[in-house]
């Protein structure tokens, strides 16, 4: 006969409702556990995505996630022509927060090298990749755009033509991916008004010298946009992302990249290592910090909701005591009480967190690694709380059962 | 010759406290019983009937003195048998005067548990635990939580769980009054 099932039947609506309560409690820990692995995947979806082999960004800088990079466009051709490299693109990516249905909508932009790049490669649910140069846009599903939908930004309107699914910033915003001609395009949109005083100024000042006076070609392209003043670069870029040839010697161009004075170059491992250490460091740390907590939390309360199960349970004890009943009948049935709480609770924190989690602002992922190891852990938490009450029960004397 | 001895202490002493707190609520008690016998202690309360049924009951040693139940030594001063408890489980039954079911089993499983200590199987034990209640009529009860029976149907309950190891001993202190005047004779 098992005493321990027959006492939780006796008690079964406290018991329910314990275990339900410790439930919730490790869902809060798997959920802590799968926040901090979801912050870790979203941290690192675009740099898997892209797949690069080398970084390539502004000197001295860790971009183009933790810090901001600014390239000039150039760099894309000087390095495709490297020896070993078999595909140099640029890739520009910042984050914007606009008004859009009158809420304040938060996205990553990032831009794909069009024409080569039109986002077939990313992981698509609905909608077609980019069929033209401009006023295209694949959005994530968290953003909450339709397709079709049009979405004002800067002086320009681009439609939704694809939903991604999955594909998040290192800061937890949905990414839209535009070509990067447009990326540039919202990321350096000026009002009309200052490109107008612009224009003037800069009319004004050739104006001013001997070469605007002698050279009236001067003073008209110093009114018109700046990409006829061949003096005056494009829009930067953020990176130039660069992918090896099979067999090249990455060493040799390594080698021949890191002699450029203007460009710093990390290879796609650094990058990942510069996100985590860098733009999600604090936020691991805190998450890390919480599920320790938590986790030691847990291990308190199970251990005095046994201890009190027990309390309730002293005049029975004595009296099995008094009967005869040895020692591990005892403990046997105060451990298998918390190890059977500790299993339902464990099991009622799962289904929970799968009905729950996927309604999180953020991805929570939860790994088989993860959970086998949560399990471990509420193990020895169920073995240690019942600690506790067996103590307690061992103090009993088999008299205390006739007061 | 007579009957074997079912019970027989000598010197029995029991001292509570200590220095000027110290309480005598035994002292040199001795007493024989045979098999058989039923022996009923009087006295007035206070007089230490109590105590003498804990000593000899293995539940609370006493301070000095010698127990011997079913002609096995079980306490000699500071000597005790080693494992009180199960000695207690094999050959002594116990009724009270308040019933002492456990709460989370039924009237069979109270008197099965019994059983199951000393190693019998479970089918065995839960057959004797019937049989039992049958005896005392409260069969159709068998499968009714503590809760869910009378005073005098869990005193018959816990005079079943008393019995369910064939004790050498019954110590049974004032255990009918629960009981009407037929059940208790």
């Known amino acids: ?403 | 010759m007579g009957k074997p001895l079912a019970l027989e202490t000598s010197g029995l002493t029991k001292v509570y406290g200590h220095g000027h707190t110290e309480v005598v609520a035994l002292r040199d008690a001795g007493m024989r019983a045979r098999r058989g016998e039923i022996v009923a202690l009087l006295g007035p309360s206070g007089a230490g009937k109590s105590t003498f049924l804990m000593c000899v009951g293995l539940i609370n040693p006493p301070t000095r003195g010698r127990v011997a139940i079913g002609g096995v030594p079980v306490l000699d001063g500071s000597r005790a048998l080693s494992d009180l408890r199960r000695f207690r489980c094999e050959h002594i039954g116990f009724v009270f005067q308040k019933s002492n079911l456990i709460p989370f089993l039924n009237a069979v499983e109270n008197i099965q548990i019994v059983g199951e200590l000393i190693g019998r199987p479970a089918s065995l034990a839960r057959r004797r635990a019937m049989e039992l209640l049958d005896a005392l009529g409260v069969g159709a009860r068998a499968h009714n939580m503590p809760t869910q029976l009378s005073g005098g149907e869990q005193q018959r309950v816990t005079v079943a769980r008393a019995l369910a190891n064939q004790p050498s001993l019954i110590l049974a202190d004032e255990p009918t009054a629960a009981l009407d005047g037929t059940r208790g004779r």
């Open chain 1, 1 to 403: 006969m098992n005493l321990a099932v027959r006492d939780i039947r006796h008690s079964l609506g406290r018991f329910v409702l314990t275990t339900i309560g410790v439930g919730m409690l490790l869902m809060i820990v798997m959920g802590m556990g799968g926040i901090y692995r979801g912050l870790v995947d979203d941290a690192l979806v675009v740099t898997r995505g892209v797949g690069a082999d080398l970084w390539i960004v502004q000197r001295d800088t860790r971009g183009p996630f933790a810090e901001v990079s600014r390239l000039p466009r150039s760099v894309v051709d000087r390095v495709a022509a490297v020896p070993g490299v078999t595909d140099a693109r640029e890739f520009v990516f910042h984050t914007i927060q606009r008004e859009h249905r009158g809420q304040p909508l938060r996205m990553g932009v990032l831009g794909l090298g069009w024409p080569t790049d039109k986002g077939e490669g990313l992981p698509l649910i609905a909608g077609r990749p980019l069929a033209q140069n401009h006023f295209e846009v694949i959005a994530d599903a968290t953003l909450g755009l339709g397709l079709g939908e049009r979405l004002r930004l800067g002086k320009e309107t681009y439609t939704v033509v694809g939903l991604t699914s999955g594909m998040v910033s290192s800061g937890g915003d949905g990414l839209a991916c535009f070509t990067s001609r447009d990326a540039q395009a919202i990321q350096f949109n000026e009002p009309g008004e200052s490109v107008r005083l612009e224009r003037e100024a800069r009319r004004a000042r050739a104006g001013a010298i001997d070469f605007g006076r002698t050279q009236p070609g001067v003073l008209e392209r110093a009114s018109g946009p700046s990409r006829g003043l061949a003096a005056l670069p494009g829009p930067a870029i953020s990176a130039v992302i660069v992918r090896l040839a099979p067999g090249a010697d990455a060493d040799a161009v390594l080698r021949s990249l890191h002699g450029w004075s203007d460009v710093t170059v990390y290879s796609g491992v650094q990058q990942e290592d510069l996100l985590l250490k860098g733009s999600v460091d604090r936020a691991r740390r805190q998450l890390l910090l919480f599920r320790a907590l938590l986790t030691l939390i847990s291990a308190v309360i199970m251990a005095l909701i046994i201890y009190t199960l027990t309390l309730d349970k002293l005049h029975p004890i004595a009296l099995l005591k008094l009967i005869g009943a040895p020692n591990r009948v005892i403990v046997g049935l105060i451990m298998q009480q918390s190890l059977i709480m500790g299993v339902l609770a464990f099991g009622v924190g799962w289904l929970l967190g799968q009905r729950l989690f996927p309604m999180f602002p953020r991805r929570v992922i939860l790994t088989g690694d993860d959970l086998l190891r949560l399990a471990g852990i509420v193990l020895a938490i169920s073995i240690f709380a019942s600690l506790l009450g067996i103590w307690k029960a061992m103090r009993v004397a088999p008299n205390e059962a006739i007061g």
